[in-house]
């Protein structure tokens, strides 16, 4: 299973808004709305913060907010902070009962 | 406030069986809302999906895992379990087992604090 692609960095100042895209095929983000995104802090666990494409779990920020076009999944996070500094990971449904990961996205807050 | 436990084995060798259990506290594992998972990642890589259990015992498993792979669910003992048969050092990673959310197969929402396992003789 190959995996979604995702840029292995971004980064951008506190205040700015920075966007991670994740990109699949027709057989996964292009043919389901089970997309979600993940971040994850160093040494922890992984923390959903987006499910079925744009929706937010009950007390995550909503200085998260995701879409998606085509094959292509984006997470948008507004008015960056120090502590939004970690690496966020994409999934989607990708058919026949199985999910699909994307390879990572580390963002760095200057 | 639901609790997931990995626990385990941490060292395994070559060729043999890597046997992880989940533990789950404060909500039932037999709930027909929620499906129950595992999530591995190589120390410094990705996140990779392991496979999937119903509390009826129906699983969902990865491809490139399937043929090593079996899940299983004890529900009088609330937990799960994952036994994964002729490992090599590249199934060393950090274990986590998951709950989805309700009503959902695929959106990850509680997640274990993980366990390393190494895969070395």
């Known amino acids: 299973q190959s995996a979604l692609t995702q840029p292995a960095s971004v980064s951008g100042s506190p205040g700015q808004s920075i966007t991670i895209s994740c990109t699949g095929t027709?057989?996964?983000?292009?043919?389901?709305?089970?997309v979600s995104w993940h971040q994850q802090h160093p040494g922890k666990a992984p923390k959903l913060i987006i499910l079925?494409?744009?929706n937010r779990p009950s007390g995550v920020s909503n200085r998260f907010s995701a879409s998606k076009s085509g094959n292509t999944a984006s997470l948008t996070i507004s008015g960056l902070q120090a502590d939004d500094e970690a690496t966020y990971y994409c999934?989607?449904?990708?058919?026949?009962?199985?999910?699909?990961f994307g390879g990572g996205t580390k963002l760095t807050v200057l | 406030q639901l609790q997931l436990q990995e626990s385990g084995p941490g060292l395994v060798r070559p060729s043999e069986t890597l046997s992880l259990t989940c533990s789950v506290s404060g909500d039932s594992i037999t709930s027909s809302s929620y499906y129950w998972g595992w999530v591995r990642q190589p120390p410094g890589k990705a996140l990779e999906w392991i496979g999937n259990?119903?509390?009826?015992?129906?699983?969902y498993y990865n491809p490139s895992l399937k043929s090593r792979l079996t899940m299983s669910v004890d529900t009088s003992k609330t937990r799960f379990s994952l036994n994964l048969r002729s490992v090599t050092a590249t199934d060393t990673a950090v274990y986590y087992c998951?709950?989805?959310?309700?009503?959902?197969?695929?959106?990850?929402?509680?997640w274990g604090q993980g366990m390393l396992v190494t895969v070395s003789s």
């Open positions: 079925d494409v744009n």
């Open positions: 998951a709950r989805t959310t309700y009503n959902h197969a695929w959106f990850f929402e509680y």
């Open positions: 259990i119903y509390y009826s015992g129906s699983t």
């Open positions: 999934s989607s449904y990708r058919g026949s009962n199985t999910l699909i």
């Open positions: 027709s057989s996964d983000i292009g043919d389901y709305d089970y």
